[in-house]
């Protein structure tokens, strides 16, 4: 099967409805998947460790009969350390500066985030605290889409943010480990390893069992089950975004090497057939010079297959007016990933309003970051960058605010907090208030 | 019928567990409404204005035979500054005040999230953009539960964030508009006022209408058909967080007015029979003069009928072991407003890890937060102080990662790259990379 990349033009008449039809994406909710979902959670919240062992067992395929207790599925540090010290040495390496890169951002993200106190000039005092959360549980996919990288993106932020206790989960199919998922586990501070998965998993975290404490926050992709289970224990625990299929979004002037923009296109294509590649140019000539690169470069894929299905479905090659409308375009689009592969790149970024991640000039490809520039991988998918952020250490955060009144300040603001009460018909408000002025 | 608030000791072996039954609140999702709103939401997707007008002109009895035109539900700005005219001055001049007093505080928390940036040895610049979101919907109750202090919790965080577009919808039963939400309208700095509610006005909103632009976030408290509307439209547009019912903790050294504290637990019992008021003391004799003044105060108020539900079901007196074990207890229950009434309040309020509000010493009774002190009422309720904020600026801001990769690091993070994107099997990864080697 040959690529068929839909070619776009900007002036043509239907073009943002063209546009709006590409970009469109739902989510299906399926019946049978909500209903399975509904009734492993509640086995797990009322039934505890017997029902997520069954559950394990049977779903993951647990060789040998199967595991006879939660002990089984406890991954001791030992076994993460010597997962770590089994990698090839390029590997570990590259894990370990991937890491320390995260780190880095993360620390940054963390200093910007102090809370504030300040005073009146009545004494009265207002602030506001930030404060870690005590417990989080990081659902880390088994199998094919097994990604060390995500278990840094998603640990390292919770440990910089101050979380004492980071709990990992991963479903081992057929009891077999991947040891490079373990490897990140060990050097991304996460605190317990866990060999369970599934919506039997999201369950264990969010009301706890036996052996499980409940945790205050899953974080962490997965299968369309254990995206339906976070959906449910969201209230119960807080949960990260939902994620659609991964996106990117290429601006470029035409002067980058139409080598390197095929491949970033497949570096997005490659993840799956629904996630979505395009590029925005203002030059024909440049198009026509990167879809030939994407003839000439695709057969040398491993994954052609899946990126002629993904380019073919949801990518396009957009001639556009101008660089100011291809920046008005992305906005409209608020990419996952923005690249802007252009001289200057700065004139064109101060120009976007929503992305989850902008990659300024030839030389930042997409690939970089999702492995160790340091900003975090897990980005706003479907155009939700237009209200929500990267990942990050503030997820793993709370506030608090503070008010502490003097008795002067009670007399003053006790008034106007009585006015207003009554006028909302709550007495009990304006009495409250009332009580601390003074009488005389 | 008399108030009878349940007397707990946490000394008592079965006490955590009488807590938590006491705590425990779970929204029952109802068939009947969750099958309208599904209905309701798709009709307005698809009829847009047609469906909104019809849906409106039913379910708000609008008089006179209905409306004609979405354009009937437009108020114009002339008419919420002479809503704003109208009111006594009293009530016009404490809406001023708190709606400034907010703003400054809201001001406070928008200077602690600037962004940064910062270039590595190489030259490579890494960094984080925050940026407002462009438009927002700010949901307000009609009838009994219009709260003008909520028009201004809600509207004047996102202005401050930079926010173009508020867009206000409040529904008029019978066609009555509340004069005092109009006015509080007029000074928090909403752009845009349609007298329009349910979950139709909730759908409007996320998807747009032919009179209404599409937003990208909704705010605000609304009936079970608004919330089971906000949770459905949840990724298309983002909302807050679900509210459930209000709750106080008090912590007393037992050293304030009794009838001060009996009053601030009638000011959360008074909202609703659902509402949730606790107080821990050390000092059993305190207690009983808590509980004395309970029953001296309870006939002069308005509410006492909610009141007495409230506190009869799901209120509670608990004599504590000392302060140090309160503030545990109060880490575990993750109130929505946390009063701390004792000398030196500090050194508890220092021990405290979870709460939505502090309210630091006998003069800051939650009714002054509720109005006037600026920090936010808009507060999560339920336990979920553990992992969530009060509504803030940052709500209405998000954030975006700025990677520019120089040449130079393009050559070291390339080969870190390509390492574990041939470790994950993603090679168009690594090729993406390898491409910006240079050869030589």
């Keep these: 099967m040959a690529v068929r990349i839909r070619k776009l033009d900007s002036t043509a008449p239907d073009f943002r409805q063209t546009l709006d039809a590409l970009l469109a994406f739902e989510a299906e ?12 959670l509640a086995e797990v919240k009322h039934r505890g460790d017997v029902a997520v062992l069954e559950y394990t067992n049977r779903f993951d395929r647990i060789p040998n ?5 939660m002990a089984a599925f406890d991954v001791k540090q030992a076994e993460l350390d010597a997962a770590l010290a089994a990698l090839p040495e390029a590997q570990r390496a590259a894990l370990r500066t991937a890491a320390g890169r995260i780190r880095v951002f993360h620390e940054r993200q963390k200093q910007e985030l102090n809370g504030f106190t300040f005073t009146e000039p009545d004494g ?32 390292i932020p919770a440990q910089v943010a101050g979380v004492q206790e980071i709990v990992m989960v991963v479903p081992t199919p057929d009891g077999v480990k991947n040891q490079m998922v373990l490897a990140a586990a060990a050097i991304a501070g996460v605190t317990r390893v866990i060999t369970i998965g599934g919506a039997q998993a999201v369950g264990a975290l969010a009301y706890g069992t036996e052996t499980i404490p409940a945790v205050d926050k899953i974080v962490g992709p997965g299968n369309a089950y254990v995206a339906a289970a976070k959906r449910r224990v969201f209230g119960t625990v807080g949960i990260d975004m939902i994620a659609g299929p991964s996106e990117i979004l290429v601006l470029c002037d035409g002067t980058t090497d139409p080598d390197w923009v095929a491949m970033d296109l497949f570096s997005q294509a490659e993840h799956d057939e629904l996630a979505q590649a395009i590029l925005l140019c203002p030059d024909a000539d440049y198009i026509a010079r990167v879809e030939a690169s994407i003839h000439k470069l695709l057969p040398t894929m491993p994954r052609a297959a899946t990126i002629t299905t993904s380019l073919s479905d949801r990518g396009a090659l957009v001639k556009v007016r101008d660089m100011v409308e291809a920046c008005d375009i992305a906005n409209a689009i608020a990419a996952e990933h923005l690249e802007i592969s252009a001289e200057e790149p700065l004139q064109w970024a101060d120009r976007i309003r929503h992305a989850g991640a902008m990659f300024l000039g030839r030389f930042s490809s997409e690939s970089l970051g999702d492995y160790c520039c340091g900003p975090n991988h897990v980005l706003p998918t479907s155009r939700t960058a237009r209200f929500s952020s990267p990942l990050g250490v503030y997820d793993f955060q709370k506030r608090s605010s503070v008010i502490q009144v003097s008795e002067q300040g009670a007399q003053t603001l006790g008034k106007v907090a009585a006015e207003l009460a009554y006028g909302e018909g709550l007495q009990a408000h304006a009495r409250s208030a009332e009580l601390r002025l003074k009488t005389s």
Excluded: C, H, W
């Design 65 to 69: 009969g199967g595991a006879t207790s």
């Design 29 to 40: 909710t399926d019946d049978a998947i909500e209903a399975s979902v509904a009734k492993i």
């Design 124 to 155: 009265t005092v207002l602030g506001q605290r930030v404060t870690p959360l005590d417990r989080v549980g990081i659902y880390v996919p088994g199998g094919k889409a097994a990604y060390p990288s995500s278990v840094l993106m998603n640990a």
